[in-house]
């Protein structure tokens, strides 16, 4: 007989599988649902922050962090610093994959797709892609809505073109 922890806890896993072999524009999806259950949590947007709690209690974490916070339940009194060898060291593990989507989506929030398909799929070559780069807007707490908008349609397009 399972209990309710036990379900949870496999379809915590489920998701961070999900993720973790999603493609770029899944990880996206996942990202932006992320996002809006940690703003409801009271987590504030800094995009310059993986994770952070400062000595207030107040928690910051970045479009990344987000997924970090959902998806991983990494604790938010962890401050997370920008790299695998920080995460390493403080012995949280994530899943074969996870590590270049983080790095995907933070190029991402910038318009960056040629760079986070780089980070994704090991392309050497990606003058091809920076074309379709765009223009995000910088995420604004008291009006997310453009910052949301051009996520899906970046979502959108790498969806129609196969990633």
Known sequence: M?????????KAKVKQEEFAEAPLSKCIEI?????KESIKKGVRIAMGTWVAKEAT?????????CVMLETFNVEPHLTLEFGLEFCL???????DGSQARFHALDNI???SIGCAL???YNYEEISEYRLWNRAVPK?????PEPFFVAMEEISMLLKEKGF
């Open 31 to 35: 990202g932006l649902l992320d996002m």
């Open 89 to 95: 060291k403080q012995d949280i593990k994530f899943l």
């Open 109 to 111: 929030r910038h318009g």
């Open 139 to 143: 995420f604004d707490k008291k009006n």
């Open 118 to 120: 780089m980070e994704m």
């Open 57 to 65: 209690g107040d928690c910051y974490a970045c479009f990344a962090g």
């Open 2 to 10: 399972s209990t309710i922890k036990d379900k949870l806890l496999v």
